[in-house]
Structure formats: C-alpha cells, structure tokens
C-alpha cells in the first residue's frame, strides 16, 4: 500500500487537488497533516498557549476530517496529523515514521505570500500574482499622476 504525507490548509482546495491523485482504484494510506492558521502574537494577550494548541488542533480535527469522509469510501485510509513547527522538520520526523512516504502539498497559495517549503531544498516559488498587482497598481498611480 502507497503512503502519502499530504499537507493541507483548506477542505475545498484540498479536495480538488486530491480528487485526481486518489481516483487511483489502488488504496492509499494518507497521512493529512493540517497546517492551521497563523494567529497573530497579540493574541496570546487573550488566550493561553494551551487553549491556541487545542483551538488549532480542533480546526485541524475539522478540516482533515472533512477531506477523509470524501475518500474513506474508496478504501483509502487516512491518520490526522497537526503541523506545529517548521514544516521541513515535520516531514522528517513523518518520513522516518512511514519509510518511502510520497510528500503532496495540497495547502491553497495565499496572495502575497509565500509558502513555507515542505522538504528540505524545496524552492519557493515566487508569488507572480502579488507582483503583478505592484505593477498594476503602480501603473495606475502613473496615469492618474500624469492626468
């Protein structure tokens, strides 16, 4: 049986990009790691670290569970892992856990944004769309300067 380390961010997205990999009439054993939203530092001013970790595994809980229930009928099997820390490092540790393990990065690209990398040596891709909002919104700014 093949193993997957798929890491995901979004239920939709996820699904979509999964749909095509998993059609496969072979069973697969997928490891879904969740990547939680970031919260920002401030907020530790209203919650603990201990009620952040289980709001995030919570929503990791919620969204791996949601993509599972879509595949689970085809005689895949899926474990819910949440990635806390450097994705890179999370990758080992499960590539040691589940040896030969195919890693898939299923998570959305956010605009203006780059991703974390998943394996080591990963190149960042560049974000294109935010580069071309610069250039846009700049070329706006000329013409309606020159105006």
Request: aromatic share 6%.
């Amino acid at each position: 049986m093949e193993t997957l380390i798929i890491y995901v961010n979004e239920t939709e997205y996820a699904r979509n990009q999964l749909a095509a990999m998993l059609s496969v009439r072979q069973p697969t054993q997928c490891v879904l790691v969740g990547c939680p939203p970031k919260l920002n530092r401030h907020i530790s001013k209203w919650i603990s670290g201990a009620a952040r970790k289980k709001w995030q595994t919570q929503w990791v809980d919620t969204v791996c569970g949601e993509i599972s229930t879509a595949f689970v009928q085809e005689g895949h099997q899926f474990l819910i892992r949440a990635a806390f820390g450097p994705l890179v490092n999370v990758t080992k540790q499960l590539q040691g856990e589940f040896f030969g393990a195919r890693v898939l990065d299923a998570r959305r690209p956010k605009l203006a944004q780059t991703r974390e990398p998943v394996i080591e040596g990963q190149q960042v891709q560049p974000d294109l769309a935010s580069r071309a909002m610069g250039v846009a919104a700049t070329t706006t700014i000329l013409v309606l300067a020159v105006d």
